[in-house]
């Protein structure tokens, strides 16, 4: 894990969008930090159904999220609003 990001244990589930959103601090200041449910059912191989299923597997799976946010960061793979997305 790179040591000069830390993301916050705050995480909000956006239901219009179908995403999660997460910050990190950085060298660079705060960026916002969005992963589509997609993602993370690619990711664990888990359907949540109810809100609090995917907020519980997004914590079941927050390391492996936050490493592929934090190389995105590195690699200043920001999009046109300046924040992170994994989809």
């Known amino acids: ?18 995403v999660f959103e997460v910050s990190a601090m950085t060298t660079l200041g705060e ?3 969005r992963v589509s ?10 359907t949540p159904w109810r809100e609090e299923e995917w907020l519980d597997c997004f914590e079941r799976h ?5 490493e592929l946010l934090a190389a995105k960061i590195v690699e200043q793979d920001f999009a046109e ?7």
Do not use: A, G, H
């Not at 449910?37 to 888990?46: D, G, P, W």
């Open 1 to 18: 894990m790179n040591q000069s990001i830390i993301f916050s244990e705050l995480v909000t589930w956006v239901p219009q969008s179908q």
């Open 31 to 33: 960026v916002v930090c």
């Open 37 to 46: 449910n997609e993602r993370l059912k690619q990711l664990s191989q888990e």
């Open 62 to 66: 927050r390391f492996d999220i936050e």
């Open 81 to 87: 609003d300046e924040s992170i997305y994994l989809y």
